[in-house]
């Protein structure tokens, strides 16, 4: 059993960065490709970005590229989020999630088993 637990969020002014961290407890995390995901109310979860076991394959949705960089620490069992030049439409709530029958990385919900609690971003304009 994975259990990630993020951290990191609050409010940030648009333009300013913020970096989320999510710590995967429960079992040998270098196991598990990682990725985090968004959700506002009343839609789906959406794909943010992701990363394989070793960190060396990450993707990215379109909306975030450039601006949001994916990174883990398999020593420290974290995947982190650092999201800069936020924009009042990045304001949600995110999500970590973990799976270690992913083959690389992957942006769909339905492959990974192990979710977070959430964390709250927002960004005022």
């Known amino acids: 059993q994975v259990q990630p637990v993020e951290s990191g969020g609050g409010l940030v002014q648009a333009g300013g960065s913020m970096r989320l961290s999510c710590v995967a407890s429960?079992?040998?995390?270098?196991?598990?490709?990682m990725a985090w995901f968004r959700q506002a109310p009343g839609q789906g979860r959406e794909f943010v970005s992701a990363?394989?076991?070793?960190?060396?394959?990450?993707g990215y949705a379109d909306s975030v590229k450039g601006r949001f960089t994916i990174s883990r620490d398999n020593a420290k069992n974290t995947v982190y989020l650092q999201m800069n030049s936020l924009k009042p439409e990045d304001t949600t709530v995110y999500y970590c999630?973990?799976?270690?029958?992913?083959?690389?990385?992957?942006?769909?919900?339905?492959?990974?088993?192990?979710w977070g609690q959430g964390t709250r971003v927002t960004v005022s304009s």
């Open positions: 429960g079992r040998t995390f270098s196991n598990d490709a």
């Open positions: 999630a973990a799976d270690r029958t992913v083959r690389a990385y992957s942006s769909s919900t339905y492959e990974y088993t192990y």
């Open positions: 990363i394989s076991r070793s960190g060396d394959r990450t």
